[in-house]
């Protein structure tokens, strides 16, 4: 009937699945919306070089401050404390960074970042060891996909019927 609302959902029979990642989805905008993009990340990233650099650089003065401080003195004690709690920011700073990536999966950061605390699932290099967090704690991560009501249950959702095809089944066209 005419005067009854649509939906519209995605098709599946034939069509091309959405894009899973927004790098995919990115790459069949026009040139224009891709060059506007760019620039927007580029400035976002470019504002994120420079908050490192600047962390850096208060590190460095830290650690300067600290050399020139009397040994066993209060003040080198807590110079030392502060740089300790530096450097334990920057690296959660690190690991929520890495947990937002979509091929690591992470739902809970916060989460994963305690465990992996707790237990050292560290890299030497100071880097988070995904793999040992995923076979720790598994529920913290799902597996990279479409987005579904059927997840889980191992189909999709089952289609269901609208008043439209009431109407063609009982007038014998459907």
Request: aromatic share 6%.
């Amino acid at each position: 009937m005419a005067d009854e609302p649509t939906t519209t959902t995605p098709a599946t029979d034939g069509a091309t699945p959405p894009p899973a990642t927004f790098d995919e989805f990115l790459a069949t905008q026009p040139e224009t919306v891709r060059a506007l993009a760019d620039s927007y990340a580029g400035s976002l990233k470019s504002a994120l070089n420079s908050e490192r650099e600047e962390r850096k650089a208060m590190a460095k003065q830290l650690r300067d401050a600290t050399a020139k401080a009397e040994q066993g003195s209060a003040s080198q004690k807590l110079l030392e404390e502060i740089s300790g709690k530096l450097d334990a920011t920057e690296k959660r700073a690190a690991f929520f960074e890495s947990a937002s990536v979509p091929a690591v999966g992470c739902v809970n950061p916060r989460a994963a970042y305690l465990v992996a605390s707790a237990e050292g699932l560290f890299k030497k290099s100071g880097e988070p060891d995904w793999a040992a967090l995923q076979a720790a704690v598994p529920e913290l991560f799902r597996k990279p996909g479409q987005a579904n009501a059927g997840n889980g249950t191992g189909a999709p959702p089952p289609a269901k019927a609208s008043m439209n095809d009431f109407i063609r089944a009982a007038a014998g066209r459907g």
